[in-house]
């Protein structure tokens, strides 16, 4: 009898070898593969049980983690098929500059794709523009593991210990070329942004080169974006703390930009008449923690120098001087910022973009309605999964028919 015993575990393994673990490895790459997102049973299914095992993981790991895992899925193609305007047109174009048509106004934040290495697929999630990076002059990566994003379940926020890593400009430039040649890209239906910050070095023993990098940043990306962002947003270093007590070293830090690009296009192509060499748009991003003299004060020097767009919070920095919280806990901040700088820039063609604790349509509608040109969600995409912003989509959608019947 011990013999038919070991002869039937050896055929149960023979069985489990040959036949029932292949057979299971293939249903999961057809579960993975997105030819199986044609079927719309099987999408469903696809993503409420990634959803399922996403919400258990953000209760028991750090969120870096799980950034790591749906960014893995969002690369393979797994969310394929969600895109809102697969089969409709959009119902809420914008057009914030004479030159640039959205299909929507909401946009992803930076600090989700910190190499551009998954533009192509955030796109397929039928956002209306992507800003990208974090990203750095030279390639950083020092991340402290013992320092990663993670959810404070008490209100609600994503807490940010440390800045991501980044692959440097050099190589988010050459993602951004190689996605475009893609066949299959989709980057056709959105804007592309790099948001720029001098390296950590410099910030914390150089900071007198921090303006020397954002250009090095910016020249170095110019050709390959619609719009760059430079982030002063990081008030815990003196670097960019000068941005929102100097005048003169905030209009020298855009006005520079802005020339060694003018220069660089000069040097590269001359522009005509009849082929004008157009460069990206200029950003500036803000702490939401602003006072009302800081808002005025820089509103002059961004009127002065034609300054293109501003994004205004997202990141409420911590006592502790070294993080910060995203999400709903920075909404307060967030929306007064937006009101002060609306009545601050008015008729100045600088273009508004809001960010901070935005998770619904209704509370993209209202930063819209108090001033906003544009809104973007980061914390959202985080917490709830990719398939969070089609619908997400939808529901804005809806809710512009809405208003126009």
């Not at 999961?28 to 030819?35: D, E």
């Not at 800045?163 to 475009?180: C, D, E, H, M, V």
């Not at 973009?353 to 349509?361: P, Q």
């Not at 969070?388 to 529901?395: E, F, R, W």
């Amino acid at each position: 009898s011990t013999q038919s015993t070991w002869g039937a575990i050896l055929s149960m393994k023979k069985i489990l070898t040959k036949a029932i673990l292949p057979t299971a490895a293939l249903s999961s790459l057809f579960l993975i593969s997105p030819y199986a997102n044609k079927y719309q049973p099987i999408l469903e299914t696809k993503v409420q049980l990634f959803n399922t095992i996403h919400k258990q993981l953000l209760n028991k790991v750090p969120t870096d983690y799980v950034n790591i895992i749906t960014k893995f899925f969002l690369n393979v193609g797994y969310f394929d098929g969600l895109n809102p305007y697969a089969n409709s047109k959009p119902a809420s174009p914008v057009s914030p500059y004479p030159d640039w048509e959205l299909r929507n106004p909401i946009g992803l934040g930076a600090g989700y794709d910190t190499s551009a290495a998954l533009i192509s697929d955030l796109s397929e999630l039928g956002f209306g523009f992507l800003e990208i990076g974090s990203i750095t002059f030279q390639a950083e990566f020092k991340y402290d593991l013992k320092k990663f994003a993670s959810i404070d379940f008490l209100d609600g926020s994503l807490i940010c210990e440390t800045t991501p890593g980044n692959w440097g400009s050099r190589k988010t430039k050459a993602n951004i070329l190689t996605a475009y040649r893609r066949k299959d890209n989709n980057l056709q239906d959105v804007k592309l942004g790099v948001n720029i910050i001098p390296n950590a070095d410099i910030l914390n023993l150089a900071p007198y080169l921090a303006e020397k990098d954002y250009q090095n940043a910016a020249y170095e990306l110019m050709e390959c974006v619609d719009f760059l962002v430079l982030n002063i947003s990081f008030r815990q270093y003196a670097a960019m703390q000068q941005y929102y007590e100097d005048p003169k070293a905030l209009g020298d830090l855009e006005g520079r930009a802005k020339d060694k690009m003018e220069a660089a296009k000069l040097g590269k192509n001359v522009p005509t008449e009849d082929k004008p060499l157009l460069g990206p748009k200029i950003w500036l991003k803000v702490s939401g923690e602003i006072t009302p003299e800081e808002v005025a004060t820089m509103s002059r020097v961004l009127r002065q120098n034609q300054v293109d767009g501003l994004v205004i919070g997202s990141t409420c920095h911590r006592q502790d001087g070294n993080s910060g919280k995203g999400g709903k806990v920075c909404e307060a901040s967030a929306i007064q910022s937006l009101t002060e700088f609306k009545r601050a820039l008015e008729g100045s063609g600088t273009i508004l973009v809001s960010s901070g604790g935005i998770m619904t349509a209704k509370e993209a509608q209202e930063r819209l309605r108090l001033g906003a040109d544009l809104v973007e969600v980061y914390s959202k995409l985080v917490t709830e999964g990719p398939s969070a912003i089609p619908t997400l989509i939808n529901d804005y959608e809806n809710l512009h028919r809405a208003r126009a019947q």
